[in-house]
């Protein structure tokens, strides 16, 4: 008999999840920071010890988790991992370790919405996790869905009024939502669906082994002392004995493009709006903070500088979250693509408020005088003069930033919304195709912000010919 330190040299299992998706899967102990607890820790150290080997937790990003598996980051997922269609095409599938069900939760306060059903006869809003069972069952049947990083935010957000339900697994809705005076469950837990552990392709013995580790933890109460202990074990755990792991015919299971496609053109019309009313912020924001910055008083300079200094040396997304999270507390509760446009255009304006300044020193100080010995005041020798020329000067720069704007609506991930690098990452986590996703996602990138910049050529070629014309008139004169 080959022993199984012949097959496996190596002591440590090493399983990948992500600390950040929130407890009780795996997260940071609050008692000790330097830990981690959770069931799948818990878990997962049972299962090594059960195939005498040690438990290596690898932190990684839930988005990528598979992709991360592929480069061979750690050797296994354990991570609330659910066995679906688009992910047995890459990876492999033990026995499920844990059976779990779907909870609606609504506000406590809400006398409308007693099922799932009503949120779609009532056109509700639904929020929930990224990439989960949850998620497919909200798109396949329509829902109005709203997708979250994370399950705090979606409760905050039910909380507050921002979506008007939560689906999410018992698991997350027990830790998050059942302890909560101003939440309730609407309804009984529903659907029915697994936790697996996820393997390489190429590592079928290895799974062979997972599944006799978990057949063991399964008969021998380990899985239920787990579970208990998480206050997670129910009925439905007994099915564990006779449930086997979930086989797809991927014969059939294409993927379509032509819909991911249209997919992506709605998440690029939202990029769009979003960078479009941000920079309209930063335009006539920017312009006044750059005035009162030079030519202000006292007070004025200080105020402009502090407001200037503060947006360019935080982070973007510390900004966003912010406004999201923190306004909230204020009273005041802006839609995740409102907030996004504000944000960004506050920050942006900082930017764009040096860009101005910079134009406006560049005009000679003898155009001032020119357009005095014309007869012009100072309001009328500023925008017939003073502005073309300046604008002429800033808008290069002008048109780096709205460029850089594109990119950085990416961002409003964070607080939610649905914008076209989100649904990159949505939709190449569901083929691992980031190649071909990602020069797709590429294209339409580019075919926004390369009309924009040549667009921004002409005009400013159209600008410096008008400016030139006004100062060789003046001079004739």
């Known amino acids: 008999m080959i022993s199984s330190l012949t097959v496996f040299p190596q002591q440590s299992l090493r399983w990948g999840g992500d600390p950040s998706g929130g407890a009780p899967y795996v997260y940071t102990d ?229 819909e991911a496609l249209i997919k992506l053109l709605k998440a690029a019309s939202v990029t769009v709006l979003i960078a479009f009313g941000a920079m309209f912020i930063a335009v006539i924001l920017g312009i006044p903070l750059s005035v009162g910055q030079s030519n202000g008083g006292t007070f004025v300079r200080a105020l402009c500088t502090i407001y200037i200094e503060f947006f360019r040396g935080t982070p973007v997304l510390v900004q966003l979250l912010f406004l999201y999270f923190g306004l909230p507390v204020i009273g005041i509760t802006l839609p995740g693509w409102l907030t996004a446009v504000v944000g960004l255009g506050l920050n942006y304006a900082a930017y764009e408020s040096q860009i101005y300044r910079t134009a406006f020193q560049a005009v000679p100080e003898r155009q001032w005088q020119v357009a005095y010995s014309l007869g012009m005041r100072p309001v009328q020798a500023f925008r017939r003069i003073i502005f073309p020329q300046a604008f002429r000067v800033a808008l290069p720069p002008m048109t780096n930033d709205f460029v850089a704007l594109f990119k950085d609506t990416s961002t409003a991930f964070a607080i939610a919304v649905w914008e076209l690098a989100t649904a990159y990452r949505e939709l190449a986590n569901a083929t691992q195709s980031y190649l071909s996703m990602g020069l797709i996602v590429s294209v339409y990138y580019l075919a926004m912000s390369l009309p924009l910049a040549h667009y921004a050529r002409k005009l400013e070629q159209r600008l410096h010919r008008k400016s030139t014309g006004i100062i060789t008139s003046g001079a004739e004169k």
Do not use: H
């Not at 580790?213 to 208990?228: M, R, Y």
């Not at 007994?238 to 792991?245: A, E, I, M, P, Q």
């Open 30 to 258: 609050p008692a000790n920071p330097q830990s981690y607890i959770g069931f799948d820790y818990d878990f997962a150290e049972a299962l090594a010890k059960q195939m005498g080997m040690k438990a290596d937790f690898v932190p990684t990003d839930w988005e990528s988790i598979v992709a991360s598996l592929q480069r061979k980051a750690f050797d296994v997922i354990i991570d609330g991992f659910e066995p679906t269609e688009d992910r047995a095409r890459e990876v492999l599938f033990s026995k499920p370790y844990y059976l779990f069900r779907l909870q609606l939760t609504v506000k406590s306060t809400d006398t409308l919405i007693k099922s799932i059903e009503d949120c779609k006869k009532y056109n509700k809003s639904v929020g929930t996790l990224v990439n989960c069972a949850a998620s497919r069952l909200l798109e396949s049947g329509g829902y109005n869905a709203k997708p979250y990083q994370d399950p705090v935010g979606a409760y905050q957000d039910l909380e507050i009024g921002r979506v008007d339900a939560v689906i999410m697994d018992v698991a997350g809705e027990m830790f998050y939502a059942r302890q909560n005076p101003k939440l309730k469950s609407a309804g009984k837990p529903f659907q029915t669906g697994a936790y697996v552990v996820g393997i390489r392709k190429e590592d079928s013995l290895l799974t062979g082994r997972i599944n006799m580790a978990i057949d063991t933890l399964v008969n021998n109460g380990t899985v239920e002392k787990i579970f208990t202990k998480w206050q997670m074990w129910d009925e439905e755990q007994l099915k564990l004995r006779s449930v086997k792991t979930a086989a797809y015919d991927m014969t059939n299971a294409k993927f379509n493009w032509f």
